[in-house]
């Protein structure tokens, strides 16, 4: 069957179900959402393009850890980090030479270069026990992901990120809010609220590659995609809030409205 058909069936026995025999089946079952790491571990990745090729352990990086004190911004525009893990041309001589890591990791910003077995140790849980340490902060909590709503504590100010590290953006505010809706099922309509996205991100990190900027002509632009890393999968997969958060994204979501 394909994707279309079976949403129509799942929507179908969902009336039937709900007419008679009360609870509806959890339409999140209905996607093949991936499975989880612990909160601790949640946006945590190994880089490995050249580490266990020249002998050293994988780098250890975490996003919640490091995204506590910088936004998006500074890593993925200023300091041309892509967003897919072994994509960038990391070497240790340009982090030597105060390039990518070594932006920070020089020593006077964070520890230095000279401490190989902080990043080369292969383990993707290093570090998981101090996000305890930063939850004992009066930090806006969630249920999904690293389990802080970073948004809200943004703008709680329990988190101040640093938005650059020598240049600053001069990307005007932009406050737009979508209403994306779905095509070819009655579902209520995903919203993309362009601030809380600007708080953290620069522009080009959304446009043009991952969507065209004017609404509505991004193509195909449905969960499948999305849950295949494109689009909001992007992000919403492995380092903002993940897919499972479907109210987040859906407001006008219960478990009772699906497809109707
Ligand atoms: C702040 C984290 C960090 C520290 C500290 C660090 N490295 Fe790296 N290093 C990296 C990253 C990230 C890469 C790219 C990894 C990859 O693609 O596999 C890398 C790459 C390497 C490579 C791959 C080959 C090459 O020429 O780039 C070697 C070998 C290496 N580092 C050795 C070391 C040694 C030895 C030390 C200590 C003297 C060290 N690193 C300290 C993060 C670090
Ligand atoms: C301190 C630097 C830093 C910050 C801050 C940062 N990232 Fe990353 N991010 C990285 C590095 C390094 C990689 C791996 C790049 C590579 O290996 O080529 C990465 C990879 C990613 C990936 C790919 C993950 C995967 O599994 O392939 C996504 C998505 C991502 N970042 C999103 C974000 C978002 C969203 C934010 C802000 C909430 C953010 N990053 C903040 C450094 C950072
Ligand atoms: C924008 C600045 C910045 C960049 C870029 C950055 N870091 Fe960090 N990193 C920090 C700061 C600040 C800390 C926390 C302070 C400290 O531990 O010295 C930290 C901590 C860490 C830790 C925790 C070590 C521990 O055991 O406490 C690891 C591992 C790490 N970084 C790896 C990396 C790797 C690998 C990269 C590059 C892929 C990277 N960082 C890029 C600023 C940065
Ligand atoms: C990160 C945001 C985000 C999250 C989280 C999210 N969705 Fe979506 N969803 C979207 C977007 C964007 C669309 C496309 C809207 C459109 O068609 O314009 C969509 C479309 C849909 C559709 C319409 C069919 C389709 O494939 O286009 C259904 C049904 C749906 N989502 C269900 C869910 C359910 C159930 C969850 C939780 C398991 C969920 N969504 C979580 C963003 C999200
Ligand atoms: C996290 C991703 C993301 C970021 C960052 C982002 N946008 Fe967007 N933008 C979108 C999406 C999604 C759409 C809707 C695309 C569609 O419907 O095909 C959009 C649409 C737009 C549109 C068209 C709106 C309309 O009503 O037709 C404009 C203009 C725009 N963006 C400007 C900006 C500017 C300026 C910035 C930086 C301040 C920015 N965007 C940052 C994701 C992003
Ligand atoms: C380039 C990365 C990226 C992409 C692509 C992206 N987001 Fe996000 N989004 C984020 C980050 C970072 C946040 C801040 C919250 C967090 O990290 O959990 C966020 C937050 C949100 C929020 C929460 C706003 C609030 O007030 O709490 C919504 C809703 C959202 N995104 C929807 C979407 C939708 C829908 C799409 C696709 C059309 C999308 N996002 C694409 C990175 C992204």
Same mark, same amino acid.
């Given at each position: 069957m394909s994707y279309q058909a079976r949403i129509i069936v799942i929507a179908l026995v969902s009336l039937v179900a709900a007419a008679f025999l009360g609870p509806v089946p959890?339409?999140?079952?209905?996607f093949n959402l991936p499975p989880l790491p612990p909160p601790g571990k949640y946006g945590n990745i190994l880089i490995d393009r050249l580490s266990t090729k020249n002998g050293v352990k994988p780098a250890a990086f975490s996003h919640w850890l490091h995204r506590e004190k910088y936004t998006c911004r500074v890593c993925h525009s200023e300091l041309e980090f892509n967003m897919k893990v072994n994509t960038t041309e990391i070497t240790e001589a340009a982090n030597v030479a105060g390039?990518?890591?070594g932006a920070c990791h020089n020593g006077r910003i964070a520890f230095g270069q000279d401490q190989c077995k902080k990043c080369h140790n292969g383990e993707i849980g290093r570090g998981e026990e101090k996000l305890a340490q930063l939850l004992l902060r009066p930090l806006v909590r969630t249920?999904?992901? @690293?389990?802080?709503d970073w948004v809200a504590s943004l703008r709680k100010g329990t988190v101040a990120p640093l938005t650059y590290l020598k240049t600053q953006s001069k990307e005007p505010p932009y406050d737009r809010e979508l209403s994306l809706e779905a095509e070819w099922v009655k579902f209520p309509p995903a919203v993309f609220p362009h601030k809380a996205h600007s708080e953290w991100l620069a522009c080009s990190n959304c446009h043009p590659e991952v969507f065209n900027i004017k609404k509505k002509t991004t193509l195909h632009f449905s969960m499948p995609l999305i849950l295949k890393g494109e689009f909001c999968g992007v992000c919403h997969l492995s380092v903002?809030?993940?897919?499972? @958060?479907?109210k987040r994204c859906h407001p006008g979501y219960t478990s009772k409205n699906i497809m109707r």
């Open positions: 959890a339409p999140a079952e209905f390039k990518y890591c249920d999904y992901g @690293d389990g802080i903002a809030f993940p897919m499972n @958060d479907c």
